[in-house]
């Protein structure tokens, strides 16, 4: 059995436990990782999701250029767990082309679905997709980076998975480590014990790769249980490693999911120095679904039902939706193919179906555009006046949107939205399903608005 992030999260609770590496949810006493600074906050006054919306995303695992891991991995996998690893790994193919990649890339465009997609590095080790890939020709490899520049990167998010998502890499010679045991296996022990500062420069040396194939990230994904005994150590590197390389404003990461009554609302984590020029913070995305879809190998097929059943109320999704947390569904790429027959993709197109008929007010995101929102959500001062609400923002933030009771601001439109410029109006809207950025609505308790929030101070205006 594949050691997948719901396995090893599962796996691994008790001993976190024991130890403060907490799994748990955010409210948990033993939440490894840090919040840092939040400002003073106006009790009336609520930050809803962009433009009083759910906000729901996909994440693909395991994707990279051409190369199937699942094929070139389960043979590294099974070095270590013979007795784990049976796959006829021979049987599946060494290559999930191109031409599945641009359709499920122009059939998400039309559907307005966005994510998160990973470029493994270096792919089991098969070759760098900077330099070249054994098996591939040159010109192979640059069309599959120009259809990944092209069709999904304005949609979707780029990460590292790591460097190889199988052994641990000497990131002084680019070579894996000679001892091929767990502790040198990404996966699992390489990053039990390690330094903020060894981890920055692992995530640095991915990301520098894929900064050399001309991709731009602004997030981070582990592979497997990397970075699951050392979780503050984990945000601090992604954090660092991010800035470093790519000078990305608000970095994140996904390295959580659960399936429970867990919370799965994302976490700002080491914000700092909010009052300054030079604000910073992490913040970690989390799934909220199990790889319903073809499993992490293609062979673990999955049902539509477990996301959301036929009656639109059942299945995962409508649960997290109903809570108003983001709806971040996980799958594998080779379980998106399942070697060929497309099952898991199938699968996945008549979840978004269903998500259509069931919930008009959902609203497709990439992970950074989700980081962000909810950076400036829990980040923003939010000071309530007499002639108005007084908002200092370490981050802009698109369609952010909150809601004030009647009962502690005058009951008369919200005018203006001003920063440094001669004041915007907002116009009114019917109801909150009609809010776009520059418009409110109201209700018999709250009125409600939505704006474009700008960085720094400004201040939306009752007159």
């Known amino acids: 059995m594949h050691c997948t992030r719901r396995h090893f999260l599962h796996s691994t609770l008790a001993a976190a436990t024991s130890t403060a590496l907490a799994l748990s949810a955010p409210s ?22 962009p433009r009083a919306q759910v906000p729901v995303s996909l994440i693909i695992d395991d994707s990279t250029c051409l190369v199937n891991l699942a094929h070139f991995a389960i043979p590294q996998f099974a070095e270590v767990f013979p007795d784990q690893y049976r796959q006829d790994w021979r049987k599946l193919p060494r290559e999930i082309p191109d031409a599945f990649v641009r359709k499920f890339a122009l059939w998400c465009a039309d559907h307005g679905v966005k994510g998160k997609y990973s470029v493994v590095p270096y792919p089991a080790c098969v070759g760098w997709v900077d330099r070249d890939l054994p098996g591939w020709t040159k010109r192979e490899l640059t069309a599959s980076l120009n259809l990944v520049r092209e069709l999904l990167v304005p949609h979707w998010d780029i990460h590292p998975e790591m460097i190889t998502h199988t052994w641990g890499i000497d990131t002084k010679t680019g070579r894996p480590y000679p001892d091929r045991t767990e502790k040198n296996m990404e996966n699992w022990g390489f990053s039990a014990g390690r330094s903020v500062d060894f981890l920055a420069d692992y995530l640095a040396y991915a990301l520098r790769v894929l900064k050399n194939a001309g991709l731009h990230c602004e997030g981070v994904t582990t592979p497997g249980g990397f970075g699951n005994r050392v979780l503050p150590e984990l945000a601090q590197a992604s954090l660092q490693a991010c800035r470093d390389v790519h000078s990305v404003e608000i970095p994140h990461y996904f390295r959580h999911l659960y399936t429970g009554p867990e919370s799965v609302a994302p976490r700002v984590e080491y914000a700092a120095s909010l009052d300054t020029g030079h604000p910073e913070c992490v913040v970690s995305i989390i799934g909220c ?15 539509v039902d477990q996301f959301i059943g036929p009656d639109l109320k059942s299945g995962r999704l409508p649960q997290v939706i109903a809570r108003g947390e983001p709806a971040v569904l996980v799958c594998h790429w080779p379980g998106m193919y399942c070697n060929g027959d ?42 309530l006046e007499p002639d108005g609400l007084k908002l200092d923002a370490p981050f802009a933030a698109p369609q952010f949107t909150l809601r004030l009771d009647r009962t502690s601001a005058p009951p008369t439109n919200p005018r203006r939205l001003a920063k440094d410029s001669p004041p915007l109006p907002l116009k009114q809207v019917p109801s909150a399903e009609q809010l776009v950025p520059g418009t409110w609505c109201t209700d018999a308790s709250h009125w409600t608005a939505c704006f474009d929030l700008p960085r720094g101070r400004s201040t939306l205006a009752w007159s």
Do not use: C, N
């Open 289 to 303: 679904t199990g790889d319903w879809f073809g499993g992490w190998d293609g062979l673990e097929i999955g049902h």
């Open 342 to 383: 497309e099952t898991g993709f199938k699968i996945f197109q008549e979840v978004v179906a269903r998500l259509k008929r069931g919930f008009p007010s959902l609203l497709w995101m990439k992970l950074s555009e989700i980081a962000r929102y909810w950076a400036a959500k829990e980040l923003t001062t939010l000071s």
């Open 28 to 49: 948990s006493p033993l939440l490894a990782q840090q919040p840092g600074q939040r400002p003073k906050r106006s009790p009336t006054v609520e930050v809803l999701g």
